[in-house]
């Protein structure tokens, strides 16, 4: 009963103007979304490469192209790559909304069982694609490629090591490769996955958080061919920004007062201790009889103090907003069910 509920959502999901034509094929084994943003010269070449690869492995699959608003021929490319080609769908936003929401509109689209990820610029090699599926079958629910060796400049492979070595050491997911574009999900896990902002960085971290089993396998890499990579340095600030954000959301997100109280009352403690001991120099007979008002001490402590009640206060206004959205759901991940007529 469950799974067919689920089914019969998904349609009102899909619920957009070309809905009816989701419909109109009944099952597909493999999706795979590609966002591009101004990518005109490699379409051609990576469609093809695609195919003879999808091909090879002998299942149905479906090419869902999202142009992020480009502003070159890439548009023009998709049309012709559409007309000729039944496998191919396009989703065509009306500017540039970035990496993450055209994945997001892309994963909306998928009907696969499986969907990949690949980025639109040559760089990611389809023949690669029987190794994902192979991990896929051993049970595992993401798969991330590893670009190994990596053929970009220097100028991003080395912050790019930094970031992943930052962010496995402090979210304990062990890739070396988090943000590689390359990536195969089983259907499930998209359900479940909220990305926003430059979120899907981070995906492998977020789907370990929700019970998700992940890997990584490497892959060949290819140097960029045409066009211009769309990333700068800027994005490394706002990544590490983004950290901090994933961080909050896979650890205290449910109980925000156990963070912020736990240091609200160490700050509020402290404070009060200092401005104690400020008051008690003062006036008991051992101490030093310093007047109150010369000590600069005392704003330290009057700082802690404010620092502590504001700390606890957005705590208990964390659990507020916990509680008014709080969605039985999202609670928890369900791995499997064994249900009624799941008996034979
Ligand atoms: N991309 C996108 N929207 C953007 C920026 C990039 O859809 O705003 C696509 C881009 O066309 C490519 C993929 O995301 O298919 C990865 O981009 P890029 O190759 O520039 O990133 P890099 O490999 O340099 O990290
Ligand atoms: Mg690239």
């Given amino acids: 009963m469950v799974m067919e509920q689920m089914d019969a959502a998904v349609p009102s999901r899909l619920g957009s103007p070309d809905g009816a034509a989701n419909g109109r094929h009944a099952h597909i084994d493999i999706s795979v979304v590609i966002p591009v943003y101004n990518e005109e010269q490699s379409l051609p070449p990576l469609h093809q490469a695609l195919t003879e690869s999808l091909r090879r492995v002998g299942k149905s699959y479906e090419l869902i192209f999202v142009d992020d608003g ?64 192979a991990r896929l079958d051993e049970g595992y629910d993401l798969v991330s490629g590893w670009k190994y060796p990596r053929l970009d400049p220097v100028s991003k492979t080395l912050p790019s090591r930094i970031f992943n070595g930052t962010v496995s050491l402090t979210t304990g997911v062990r890739l070396h490769d988090m943000n590689c574009g390359f990536k195969a999900y089983r259907r499930e896990l998209l359900d479940e996955l909220k990305l926003y902002g430059e979120l899907h960085r981070f995906i492998p971290v977020l789907a370990h958080q929700r019970g998700f089993r992940v890997t990584e396998v490497p892959v060949r890499h290819h140097p960029r061919k045409f066009g211009r990579s769309k990333f700068g340095a800027r994005r490394f600030l706002r990544g590490f920004l983004d950290l901090l954000v994933v961080l909050f959301l896979t650890s205290y997100l449910r109980t925000p007062l156990r963070l912020f109280g736990a240091l609200g009352l160490v700050s509020l403690v402290l404070g009060i201790g200092v401005d104690l001991y400020i008051v008690l120099d003062r006036f008991l007979p051992f101490g030093s009889h310093q007047e109150i008002h010369n000590r600069p001490l005392l704003f330290v402590g009057i700082l802690l103090i404010i620092f502590g009640i504001s700390f606890v206060l957005t705590g208990l206004q964390s659990e507020m907003i916990r509680h008014f959205a709080y969605r039985p759901s999202e609670e928890y991940s369900v791995r499997q069910r064994l249900d009624h007529e799941d008996r034979d």
């Fill in 70 to 133: 480009s502003t070159d021929g890439t548009f023009t490319a998709l049309r012709e790559l559409h007309r000729a080609d039944d496998t191919v769908r396009v989703v065509r936003f009306r500017r540039n909304f970035g990496k993450t929401p055209a994945l997001v509109a892309g994963f909306a689209e998928a009907r696969g069982d499986v969907v990949f990820t690949m980025d639109a610029d040559l760089q990611d090699d389809p023949d690669e694609i029987p190794q994902f599926l």
